[in-house]
């Protein structure tokens, strides 16, 4: 979109989104999602990049329900149901996280992990898993995940360990 009034557009990062917001203006956003200026004129923002979610689990019941949380979040998903498929997304395709279950068909979480740390893609990870086998943590937690949710996952522990990771990325991918 073009800038409105001749103004230029610059990038702020609020609540796990990028937006682009009228140049030389501070803005705030209110807890209901709007933004206004200090002395609260409503201005308009765009978002610049939605953050993109891969979310691969054998578990059609799980996908679905990370899908429709992560969604109702403002989230863009990527869902697949196999390890393979999942390491071959992220390695042609930009994401910004991933919520991967460690065992599935094709590949396990650990091995997709290892590929993308060995190809270089630096995608932060949340390894999830209805074993709880600590060997298989400390793995996935050497390897580079970020996180490690035994299963069942509550939507708040799903969406704090997000928010936390894409909070700390800006939100935006960094591949």
């Excluded at 557009?9 to 030389?24: D, E, H, I, Q, Y």
């Excluded at 403002?74 to 149901?81: D, M, P």
């Excluded at 209805?130 to 490690?148: D, H, K, N, T, V």
Aim: charged letters at 25%; hydrophobic letters at 45%.
């Amino acid at each position: 979109l073009p800038p409105r009034a001749g103004g230029a557009w610059n990038r702020t990062a609020r609540a796990r989104k990028t937006w682009l917001v009228p140049s030389g203006l501070r803005c705030v956003a209110d807890p209901r999602g709007s933004w206004h200026t200090p002395n609260r004129e409503r201005i308009e923002v765009i978002p610049d990049r939605m953050p993109v979610i891969l979310v691969a689990d054998d578990s059609r019941l799980v996908t679905e329900l990370f899908k429709r949380v992560l969604q109702q979040h403002g989230l863009r998903v990527i869902t697949t149901s196999n390890g393979a498929e999942a390491l071959e997304i992220g390695l042609t395709q930009q994401i910004d996280l991933a919520v991967m279950d460690q065992v599935m068909p094709g590949r396990v979480g650990a091995e997709v992990l290892q590929a993308w740390r060995a190809a270089g893609i630096d995608v932060p990870v949340i390894m999830v898993s209805a074993i709880e086998e600590p060997r298989m943590r400390e793995q996935a937690l050497e390897l580079g995940a970020s996180f490690y949710l035994y299963k069942p996952i509550s939507s708040d522990e799903l969406l704090a360990a997000v928010d936390r990771l894409l909070d700390a990325d800006g939100g935006v991918a960094t591949q």
